[in-house]
């Protein structure tokens, strides 16, 4: 912030562009859903208040930066000193005394004053940089740690999107009479999501980061037997053939019952979408985070399902961001790397995108 405005791009440091550029949101990023950029502003400026309280009293120039506004301010400050009696007697005597000293050397003014501020600016731009840092590595070590029990071992994770089931509208377009039921097709294993496949997009990214092998496999090609094999990630809407595994479990998406709802231990719950249209154009979507050591299939599984193609999307966010990750599992208990968790997730959506998803919900065991 301090070198942008000190080179006039003070136009760059709006709270959207800093939450793309700085903290790697998506593009469709809002603001008025995600907060990260404003908390983080409030605590830099709790640094700067602690460090010219401290550190810093006597510096000349002080760096702020005032609410509601991103551009840091440069501000002069001037620290007097109050002479004593005795101070100011000894020193109208000494005048009193001493010839007139000759005229002073005439000395160069700074044609450029505010470059008193860079050593200061430098101090402030290390100690916001330590800081980012220190975040950054909090943050990843909350991806590893969610992670590391299912990427355990030498074989290969099985990273697998299931088949959407769709119907296909299958006559000559120029016949006029009423559609009729035989004149759709049930295609089962011709198409995938788009919410899975951007979800498949980012988890394939990350393991390549990681540097873990894995193998892509859409609908059939994965078994239970490959499941029993080696750690899976399970990318699927509520209603693809995942159900029978993920069934079991605290929170399920029962896409059977209308509305298309979240269970709780087999109850229904408020999460639901009842005013789901039919082409599945939704404002607000939700979705299941499930990492389990799954009893039949004793290897790890990770799920990532939600009602619509837009929590789906927003689920592989989450588990693939370190920041998102780490925020959603600031309250999780001791030990929770060790454990089974779900993470129940509410996704609002903007002109057809996912926003950055919160948790409603958390189940460890």
């Not at 109208?92 to 050397?105: D, G, Y």
């Not at 959407?164 to 097709?185: M, Q, S």
């Not at 990318?235 to 605290?250: D, H, L, N, P």
């Not at 001791?334 to 995108?353: D, I, M, Y």
Request: glycine share 6%; charged share 20%; hydrophobic share 40%.
């Amino acid at each position: 912030m301090v070198e942008h405005t000190l080179t006039g791009r003070t136009d760059a440091l709006k709270e959207r562009t800093i939450g793309i550029e700085v903290f790697g949101r998506p593009t469709s990023y809002d603001p008025s859903d995600d907060a990260t950029v404003r908390v983080k502003a409030g605590e830099v400026r709790k640094r700067l208040s602690l460090y010219y309280a401290n550190v810093g009293i006597h510096d000349l120039i002080r760096i702020e930066l005032p609410g509601g506004t991103y551009v840091p301010e440069f501000r002069q400050v001037e620290h007097p000193h109050h002479e004593t009696a005795v101070e100011l007697s000894a020193r109208e005597h000494a005048v009193s005394v001493l010839p007139e000293p000759p005229p002073a050397p005439r000395t160069r003014r700074w044609r450029f004053p505010w470059l008193a501020v860079f050593p200061i600016a430098t101090m402030v731009v290390v100690m916001l940089v330590w800081f980012f840092w220190y975040q950054s590595r909090a943050h990843n070590q909350a991806l590893d740690e969610f992670w590391s029990p299912v990427l355990q071992g030498p074989s290969p994770v099985s990273l697998c999107a299931s088949y959407v089931p769709v119907y296909n509208l299958d006559r000559d377009p120029g016949v006029k009479t009423p559609l009729r039921a035989e004149d759709f097709t049930l295609l089962t294993d011709q198409f995938v999501g788009g919410g899975d496949l951007v979800a498949v997009s980012r988890l394939s990214a990350m393991l390549t980061r990681l540097n873990r092998p894995y193998h892509v496999r859409i609908g059939s090609e994965i078994s239970f037997r490959d499941l029993r094999a080696a750690p899976a990630i399970l990318v699927g809407f509520a209603y693809t053939r995942w159900k029978e595994i993920s069934s079991e479990m605290r929170y399920f998406i029962d896409g059977s019952r209308r509305p298309v709802v979240i269970t709780d231990n087999g109850e229904p719950t408020k999460w639901a979408l009842p005013n789901l249209p039919a082409d599945r154009h939704t404002s607000e979507d939700y979705a299941i985070v499930s990492r389990v050591f799954h009893p039949d299939t004793h290897a790890m599984l990770v799920e990532v399902a939600g009602i619509t193609q837009y929590g789906t999307d927003a689920a592989s966010d989450l588990i693939t961001n370190p920041e998102l990750l780490a925020d959603a599992l600031r309250g999780a208990p001791q030990g929770w790397q060790h454990k089974n968790l779900q993470l129940v997730l509410h996704v609002k959506v903007v002109s057809g995108a996912p926003s950055s998803p919160r948790v409603i919900a958390t189940y460890f065991w």
